[in-house]
């Protein structure tokens, strides 16, 4: 996708402080379009890889630091980290003060609801460019209408998986198709929202291609198996611990599609996998793609989490948010995850070196014990799947991490999906588990129960940026026990509220 022009024009840059809503906005501001020849079916991708970079963007798109903290922190893996003062609502969003006034009046979360509704607006307003095209083909013109139909598939699952998001965030919101209906829309309930997006998926699959993302042209653009996991996820959310709920049939189906396809398989080196030379590997559902050539870079997103760097030139520079919890590293302990441990656990040492070069510099050491930081937070961890060495800083003059792609759907979700599905419905999961599990190192089990399939997609997703721990325990219900002593009420904290200044713009919405 890095070779096409994007002509959307984002319609909302907000700073930091999140004042401004997307219920203010009117449709005709929605694209800035210029003078487009309709006619030139050549153009006609150009609106799908505008939306890839607005995707890959913040304000609007999936990458602002702050919407994946609000993601991460809610579970029980991760904590805020940093200095105590430094962004200290996210810990009043950890412990579920939800109805407080920082919290309901908190610039991230209005910052969470116009970075993904801009990428709707966006999805929405391109979708209406491919129809100007789509004017313009023959009726029996069956390659370029099925490459119209394909294209607005593509569109259409990133307007899902916006919608995923903000509904895991604020819970009950409204499903926006219709960019005229910015200021009267009502919201659709949790589970409205995850049957429209499987719905939608039902077209995407039927119009995608039949190929993994690296396979594809453009490549890393989104596949019919990208839309298949999407499903499968949407329908696990709605299936909850009904073991009997046919919904779980839809996830055996949808998550076969994938296994049985032959294409994918999990990438050998679960450590390497975060790293540079693990993007678009045959594990990958779903990746955002960056590359120091692009005029698009991945915000913050790795130096929000990535471990502090040295004060010595080094260019590992991250901020230390986002830290594995204790919970996290005992249970990996506990489970002797040792492959796991050390690709998510950086351990810090907060002494000082007392001679030598660096002498009186706070140090830590990552797994191999090969860096040295500044740990002035006094942390006791970083996330080391937002670490990245030197190794993998291919330009120099980059910011760090900036070449790296951001993982969002892998294979192993897959496996654990169909696990999960087949031991729900009565069924054997042990060998999509198994193969889960070998791969970090881990040897098989027989007779695989509901709780090993729970622990593993505990293990194999902790510290990551979409907010999977905390999902399975709302879907699963566990989370009023799992997540008692962070303050957690069922019924009450389950989602964040609707920020105000959004149901200011649309009182349908309080």
């Known amino acids: 996708m890095k070779n096409f022009k994007y002509f959307i024009a984002v319609i909302i840059a907000l700073g930091t402080g999140g004042c ?3 219920l203010d906005k009117s449709p005709e501001d929605t694209l800035d379009t210029g003078d487009i020849d309709y006619t030139d079916l050549s153009l006609m991708y150009e609106p799908v890889s505008g939306i890839y970079r607005v995707a890959e963007s913040a304000n609007p798109g999936f ?13 029980d893996d991760l904590d805020k980290g940093s200095s105590a003062s430094d962004q200290s609502t996210l810990n ?3 412990y579920f003060h939800n109805s407080y006034a920082a919290v309901e009046s908190f610039w991230g979360l209005n910052n969470s609801w116009n970075d993904y509704y801009g990428l709707v607006i966006d999805a929405n307003s391109a979708l209406g460019e491919l129809d100007k095209f789509a004017a313009n083909i023959s009726s029996d013109d069956a390659t370029d209408l099925a490459l119209n139909n394909r294209y607005k598939a593509e569109i259409r699952f990133m307007r899902a998986f916006a919608h995923l998001m903000i509904s895991r965030e ?3 919101v409204p499903v926006l198709t219709d960019n005229s209906e910015l200021t009267t829309i009502g919201k659709s309930t949790v589970d409205e929202v995850r049957e429209w997006i499987s719905s939608e998926m039902d077209f995407c699959i039927e119009y995608l291609d039949d190929c993994r993302p690296d396979q594809e042209t453009p490549v890393g653009a989104v596949t019919k198996y ?3 996991l999407l499903k499968a996820k949407v329908c696990a959310d709605l299936a909850g611990s009904d073991n009997s709920s046919s919904y779980w049939n839809d996830v055996i189906s949808a998550t076969g599609e994938i296994i049985n396809s032959g294409l994918f398989s999990l990438y050998s080196d679960y ?5 540079y030379d693990g993007r678009l590997c045959d594990e990958s559902l779903f990746e955002l793609q960056y590359g120091t050539e692009n005029e698009v870079q991945p915000d913050a997103f790795w130096s929000f989490q990535g471990p502090s760097g040295d004060q010595h030139g080094s260019p590992i520079s991250g901020w230390g948010f986002m830290t594995p919890s204790d919970a996290i590293v005992r249970f990996l302990k506990d489970r002797g995850d040792l492959i796991r441990l050390k690709t998510m656990v950086l351990y810090c040492n907060t002494d000082t070196i007392t001679t030598g070069t660096y002498a009186g510099t706070a140090f830590g050491v990552t797994a191999s014990g090969d860096t040295i930081w500044n740990n002035t937070q006094g942390l006791d961890y970083f996330n080391g799947k937002a670490y990245l060495p030197v190794s993998d800083m291919h330009d120099p003059s980059a910011s760090y991490g900036e070449s790296n792609n951001i993982r969002v759907l892998r294979y192993a979700d897959a496996l654990l999906l169909n696990a999960e599905a087949r031991i729900r419905q009565g069924a054997s999961g042990d060998s999509p588990l198994n193969i889960v599990r070998n791969r970090a190192g881990l040897s098989s089990i027989s007779g695989a129960t509901l709780d090993d399939v729970l622990d593993e997609r505990r293990a194999e997703f902790a510290c990551e940026w ?3 721990r905390y999902n399975d325990l709302i879907r699963t219900g566990t989370a009023a026990t799992v997540l008692a002593g962070y303050g957690f009420v069922e019924g009450i904290s389950e989602y964040l509220p609707i920020p105000l200044a959004q149901q200011e713009y649309n009182t349908n919405l309080k």
């Open 20 to 22: 401004s809503g997307y």
């Open 63 to 75: 990458v602002h630091w702050m919407d994946y903290g609000i993601r991460g922190i809610r579970g």
């Open 92 to 94: 009043d969003i950890k």
């Open 170 to 172: 604020f819970g009950a």
């Open 226 to 228: 990208s839309a298949y």
């Open 271 to 275: 450590y390497n996998l975060y790293k």
């Open 466 to 468: 979409w907010g999977e």
